[in-house]
């Protein structure tokens, strides 16, 4: 056996920047939110009604942006109209340009259709608010349920594509062994659900909303995802133990070379297991002991959100360092410009804007599925009951 | 782990739920990733090459005149040659490996279906092109090429890569770094012509030739003459450039790990 030093070898830049980070966040988010929201507003099960109002709005917000982070890690975003010019049906990611636009109308019509009642009963409001409300609500005439579930069946089928698309586009190239499993795009959905449930988490505490029912429903779904993410993680270590080469020998072997890839490992590893471990303690406390503990869940909901979204920055970012055909690992620095920390703060900034927006100038509250301004209860603009909020004073509605 | 226990453990995965999935897996990667049809060049031709690396001498006169004939931006090439120190663990014995390398104009290249827009194609001579006015500069085919022939031309923000100097093959010339080799060590032809001579040396060296990481199943069509295995894979080298920073975190230069 020969020891063997690489004395000269380029340095190969990453090819895809934070921006497909932020893409892959926002999408996920997008499509679980969206399956947190269809129990209620698709299939009729009113006690989901609280979560799908809050899972909604997450759900519009990260689609709208979304787009727009792909969009900029194109290195030449204004010829994106050539996706559809010359469209290739061979290439994963052209199938997913012609899903994604699809998937954006479907949401956009299916969150319009559940606002539709709550904007017709406030066109009388003054300023602003009553101006958009008489604005969007385009009529008098009742929404027929049978439409939002219509379209609501749509846009879960065109969901599916996301998540199918999204995942394959990664889990295909050969050329990076840690991205080519078949885990990887199952283990994209499940942490997906993981960070959307965070994320209607967050928003029920920060819109004030503090309903015990959204709490306890998502920290159900929070703990089934955590299990099937754990499962799928197994699966995929079980799978490679074997192999001399492929994507768990490429991972062990980042691992044992590399103390970055080693702390990774190890905090990825502890805070799924205490992201889990936090969830079953709060479902398994007595009844009189879960108000206070529920009061808290939101910073369980974070811990989430930093679940979903490291693992995107880990298989999306760092794989992208391990070096192909030479030595070692290239350096990569986030550099501070739109490539880089100012387009991940951007990305958030403009979905926080995006938030503050449809806040200010749509009674989300209210979304139902279906009906008229007739079903909209005047003067009550939250739906749910006093006795259902956590302790705490409510925020501003 | 012992291999037995290992061997139960694969057998368990493969009986959880998720084994499902592979066949699903395989239908993706076999019916949206497969070759779009080839188009220009002249059919009646397939390019190659031949690097004889007992004539190589590492003088990066190839990395150089490639350079200045297709005008890469600094710190990005289309073909470069690696260096190595090879230490022979018993007898101490130090010997120089160089691995020049380039696109490999696969007959089965990763880069071509992945691109959305069909910007990268493959001619029907097998050169491997991008049309960079149709290139939206996604980078997905940076990512797919196992052999980091590609990048993207910070001035021309799309792909870039080697094209066989195609422009010059057109011409009668031939490709810049082949022009340039000093030892002779770089042969290009059509493989379809059997009196070429990369033609004479395939017939004569077949069983000696190599390619770079043949079980991506990429049918790279750079041979490697001369060529040792260890590092027909990504090396198990220790990696020399450390980047030594300055305060203000600004590249000063290389340092080696020992």
Known sequence: MNSAIELLAPRYDIAWYPWAVQYFFMIALSYASLWLAAPALVFGRARWLPTARLALLACLTTTLVAPVALLADLHQPLRFWHFYAYANSHSWMSVGSLVLPLYLVGVIVLAWLAWRPALQAHRQAPGIAGFIARWLSLGDAPTPRALMVLVGLGTLALSTGIMLYTGAEVAIVKARPLWHTVWLPPMFVATGVIAAAGLVLVLNRVAGERSTTVIRQMLRVMLGACLVAALVAGSWFLDGINAHVGSVAAAMESVRDSAEWRSTALWGGLTGVALFGAVLFLLTRPAARRPALFAWAWVLGLVALHVGWMFRWVVLMDVQTVARHSAGFHHYGIPAGSSGILGIVGTFGLWLAAILLIDLFVPWRQARQGGSAADIPPAQPDAHSAAETTEGAPGHG | MDPIRRSLLGQLARLSAGAAMVPLSSVASAGINQQPPRREGDPSKRYGM???????????????????????????????????????????????????????????????????????????????????????????????????????????????????????????????????????????????????????????????????????????????????????????????????????????GYEFRH
């Open chain 2, 50 to 252: 031949l690097i004889d690396l007992r004539q190589c001498i590492g003088c990066q006169a190839c990395t150089v005149s490639c350079h200045i004939e297709n005008a890469a931006p600094l710190g990005s090439f289309r073909t470069t040659v690696s260096q190595y120190e090879v230490e022979h663990q018993e007898t101490g014995e130090v010997a120089t490996f160089m691995l020049p390398r380039l696109c490999n104009h696969c007959e089965n290249p990763a880069c071509v279906p992945v691109c959305p827009v069909e910007a990268t194609y493959q001619r029907q001579d097998g050169i491997v092109v991008v049309d960079s006015d149709r290139c939206v500069g996604c980078a997905y085919c940076v990512n797919a090429c196992p052999y980091d022939a590609r990048f993207i031309n910070e001035r021309t923000q799309t792909a870039d890569k080697c094209t066989f100097c195609a422009h010059r093959l057109e011409a009668g010339l031939l490709p810049a770094c082949v022009e340039s080799c000093v030892g002779g060590a770089r042969i290009i032809g059509d493989m379809r012509d059997p009196q070429s001579q990369i033609s004479r040396m395939i017939a004569e060296h077949r069983d000696e030739l190599m390619v770079l990481q043949p079980e991506k199943n990429t049918l790279p069509q750079v041979f490697y003459l001369g060529m040792d295995e260890r590092f027909v894979t990504r090396p198990d080298a220790e990696p020399v450039a450390l980047d030594v920073l300055d305060p203000h975190g600004k590249e000063m």
